[in-house]
């Protein structure tokens, strides 16, 4: 039987830039309670130019992928948070 509490769930968040940043943020569950959460991903230069550039995504998809998985991990060893 199908449990929607125990699916696997994956977010992408939202690239946005400050101060010469870019950032990511979406939300996530801490300590029971659903939070907005930002990460810095890399400065703003060359390589890095704009918040849809291939290798801002790439960024965010690792970081992002990584949080998942250690969400996911915690989930399955009864870990809240």
């Not at 199908?2 to 699916?7: H, S, T």
């Not at 959460?37 to 990584?66: F, G, I, P």
Request: proline share 0%.
């Amino acid at each position: 039987m199908w449990n929607r509490c125990m699916k696997t769930h994956y977010q992408r968040g939202t690239i946005y830039e400050a101060s010469g940043s870019f950032f990511v943020r979406y939300a996530a569950n801490i300590d029971g309670v659903k939070q907005r959460v930002s990460h810095k991903l890399c400065d703003r230069d060359e390589e890095h130019y704009s918040t849809d550039c291939d290798k801002v995504l790439e960024l965010r998809d690792a970081l992002t992928q990584t949080e998942a998985a250690t969400h996911n991990r915690d989930a399955r060893h009864g870990i809240l948070g």
